[in-house]
């Protein structure tokens, strides 16, 4: 990611920190309307527990964004763990879409199309450095 996209999420972010787990809450409004079979993903644990941990994910990953050295060992972990609970590589393009849907809901008109194109940049990377390692742990 170039400094000026990674500036842009970083941007973005500190505006709805405050309230990052109302976002993650609407993360998964969108994400169960826009795919509802993901559901069967999130059974096992309470949504204000699975929202809570959402949030606090995006805000590590947010603030390590220049550093992916930094968060790439835990991304992986969180792949290989997510294949465990059944998501699919298909799973992933509605949970990016349900990502920009819930931070522009948030931020509004405040939420640039610079601003969706780095948040789309940042899913992306995280969404295949997930599918990677998932892969590669099914491949073993």
Known sequence: MTPDAIRLVRESWSRVDDTRVELAHAFYRHLFRIAPDTHRL??????????EKFADML??????????HQFLP???????????????????????????LALEERLGSEFTPRMHAAWR?????????????????DTV
């Open 121 to 137: 940049e940042a899913y992306q990377m995280l969404a295949q450095t997930m599918v990677r390692h998932a892969i590669r742990e």
């Open 59 to 68: 805000g590590e990953i947010v603030r390590v964004l220049d550093r992916p």
């Open 74 to 100: 835990q991304v992986s972990l969180l792949g290989r763990r997510h294949t465990q609970y059944g998501v699919t590589a298909s799973d992933y393009a509605p949970v990016g879409d349900a990502l920009l």
């Open 42 to 51: 999130f059974g096992h644990i309470p949504p204000a527990v699975q929202a």
